[in-house]
């Protein structure tokens, strides 16, 4: 964000050094109320020692119903997405739109990618 790249762009981060100044020359001293509050917070509760074996223990269980249930589900899936593939009517003019989009793609992809940040 500071980086000499982009100094000419960056025109957010004077506003924001800008609005710190202000907040910065409007501290309200306390008298140190703020920190007696944040030490007179009661200690943050700590974990059950159940609770990580219990989670390790659910997780197994669930991974193992997904890998006994997966073999069906990406059988019908795939099963699915060849019956939706298959009747599709394939002709040369959608061959070459196809392979016309995917060179369009690749091309506006390597010219991203090969872009100079001058």
């Known amino acids: 964000m500071n980086g000499p790249d982009n100094a000419n762009d960056d025109w957010l ?11 910065r020359d409007a501290y309200i001293a306390d008298d140190g109320f703020a920190a007696n509050v944040m ?23 669930a991974i193992a119903a997904l890998a006994i249930a997966a073999p069906g589900v990406v059988l019908d899936v795939g099963r699915a997405a060849y019956r939706l593939l298959a009747t599709q009517p394939v002709s040369l003019s959608g061959i070459a739109g196809a392979a016309a989009t995917m060179l369009a793609l690749t091309g506006i992809a390597a010219a991203y990618m090969l872009r100079s940040n001058d």
């Open 13 to 23: 981060e004077p506003l924001l050094v800008a609005d710190g100044a202000t907040s």
């Open 39 to 61: 030490a007179a917070l009661p200690a943050p509760m700590a974990l059950p020692s159940w609770r990580k074996p219990a989670l390790i223990a659910l997780w197994t269980v």
